[in-house]
């Protein structure tokens, strides 16, 4: 990681550079080490299952499985819960669509299910993944994997597995981009100007 | 949405946002043991039904019930209709109970948008559950929801509805529906069960079933509605049968991959044979079990977000 030149300066559009691509890639192989590391899957056992919350959550899980299988040789599971209908702002924003929901065919009871996201933020939509979970079945134990956690919880929430810590501030903007949604990997911290939004801050 | 009371209307984006929304409950849902979701708790939905019903009132509380909304059913035979209240004063008296979202069947036509014009100021939200003959929304939706799963998109799809379609509200909230997205609508009816104006509805009307068969992807068989026929619209039961029923026979000169629905309640032997509603490629009660999925989307979409105006 510290091998990169800082990117600090900002961009004439207002935005600065997090996380370059190969940075992306980097963060992704390391989380994916430390997963090994912290549970032991064994081949076979069916035993970690890594669960997206859609929309970057999803594909970033399938990216971590693919690395844990390429260092470990072990195959995890993979799937997508979408956590829409859980969540506690439902009534403060205009409808939200649902995402598809898919869970392994094993399905969770007894395993150690390792949470997906790509920002960790107040805490809120891991709040509703949990609930979530708990209508699907019941985990061994329960962690959490994100590529950046920018602060300011609002819940007594921590990750296991943290990409990058980025101090921010509430009017910032962290916006994680994924070649398979976005064409592109990279992570970008917005000023306020900016108010395109490409990511679900979480 | 504000209110769901006609499938006329209802746009393409907004139609296929609902139907959308109900196959991502129905897979959230499959093979779950618990199928509850939080997502309406403190809600309070109360369905008001001046006609006989158990699919739809079920299929509506069932709905309502996995939102995690609170679900009261009031029946006009057994409230303060029977001691001559209007349909304005029950409608305001369960608003101000603290009614959500009212869900309303009724006999006449066009008492769901009178409830949505009353109840407007209150802020209570109205789904029309059928009204009189004139349309059934969700009903509608359900159907298109099955025909999706099994024909994919609808653009270019050629359905036909077939019976008493002068007294259906399924066929013609199914017309605009259908039409809105993308299918062709052919309808066939003994010419005295057309209704007048039928042509502003965009679909083919013709009145003998066998030439169209061959060329459909899917038949939906309407019930004969012997409740509001005060006339004598064919000759018998029998004849009917002869020229409308769908047969055995009928039903083999479909294309294979074609579907038979049924809004039920089915008539057995009058509209449709036996045989054809028990056969692999009828879908009547995969409608039934789309219609929750259907419905809990339709409260999603009315209740979920955040509150338009009130």
Not at chain 1, 25 to 32: E, L, S
Not at chain 1, 155 to 161: E, Q, S, V, W
Not at chain 2, 157 to 168: E, Q, Y
Not at chain 2, 272 to 297: F, K, L, S, W
Request: proline share 6%; charged share 25%; glycine share 8%.
């Amino acid at each position: 990681m510290a091998s990169r030149p800082p990117a600090d300066a900002a961009d004439p559009a207002g935005q600065r550079e997090l996380l370059s691509s190969g940075d992306v890639a980097r963060t992704i192989a390391r989380i994916a080490h430390q997963i090994i590391e912290k549970t032991a899957p064994e081949p076979g056992a069916d035993d970690v299952v890594l669960l997206g919350v859609p929309t970057r959550g999803v594909p970033l899980s399938r990216r971590l499985a693919d690395r844990i299988g390429e260092f470990s040789g072990v195959t995890v599971p993979t799937g997508a819960l979408d956590i829409t209908l859980y969540r506690d702002d439902l009534r403060k924003q205009p409808n939200r669509p649902l995402e598809p929901s898919s869970l392994p065919p094993r399905g969770v009871d007894g395993a150690l299910v390792v949470l997906v996201d790509d920002v960790l933020y107040s805490g809120r939509t891991v709040r509703a993944a949990l609930d979530a979970l708990r209508d699907q079945g019941r985990p061994r134990a329960v962690q959490l994997a994100t590529l950046v956690d920018r602060g300011h919880r609002e819940l007594p929430i921590r990750a296991d597995y943290v990409g990058k810590n980025v101090p921010t501030s509430r009017s910032e903007e962290v916006a994680v981009q994924l070649s398979e949604v976005d064409g592109r990997d990279q992570v970008v911290l917005r000023r306020p100007a900016e108010t395109t939004r490409t990511s679900e801050e979480s | 949405m504000r209110h769901l009371l006609s499938a006329e209307g209802l746009d393409a984006a907004s139609a296929t946002a609902v139907l959308d929304t109900s196959d991502a409950l129905k897979q959230t849902l499959s093979g779950r043991e618990v199928r509850k979701l939080p997502t309406l708790r403190g809600r309070t939905v109360v369905t008001m039904f001046y006609e006989n019903s158990t699919r739809t009132r079920v299929s509506f509380e069932v709905a309502g019930k996995w939102m995690s909304a609170d679900v009261i059913n009031v029946s006009a035979s057994a409230s303060s209709v029977g001691k001559g209240e209007s349909l304005r004063d029950t409608a305001l008296t369960l608003s101000a109970a603290g009614a959500d979202c009212v869900i309303v069947r009724h006999p006449a036509s066009g008492a769901a948008h009178r409830l949505a014009g009353w109840l407007e100021e209150a802020g209570t939200q109205v789904v029309n559950a059928g009204d009189g003959m004139h349309e059934h929304p969700t009903q509608a939706l359900l159907d298109a929801a099955t025909l999706r799963e099994r024909l994919g998109d609808l653009a270019g799809r050629r359905i036909g509805i077939v019976g008493d379609v002068l007294h259906s509200r399924v066929a013609r909230s199914n017309v605009h529906l259908l039409r809105t997205l993308g299918a062709e609508v052919v309808l066939v009816a003994p010419p005295t069960l057309v209704p007048a104006g039928v042509r502003e509805w965009g679909a083919q009307v013709r009145s003998e079933l066998d030439p169209e068969l061959p060329g459909l992807d899917a038949v939906m068989v309407l019930r004969v509605q012997a409740e509001r026929m005060h006339g004598a619209f064919f000759p018998s039961a029998r004849e009917y049968s002869i020229h409308y029923g769908l047969t055995e026979q009928r039903a083999a000169k479909l294309p294979d991959h074609a579907v038979v629905l049924h809004p039920g309640p089915m008539l057995r032997g009058m509209e449709i044979a036996p045989a054809v509603a028990d056969a692999p490629n009828a879908v009547i009660t995969e409608q039934v079990r789309n219609g929750v999925h259907v419905r809990m989307a339709v409260l999603y979409h009315l209740l979920a977000g955040e509150e338009i105006g009130a």
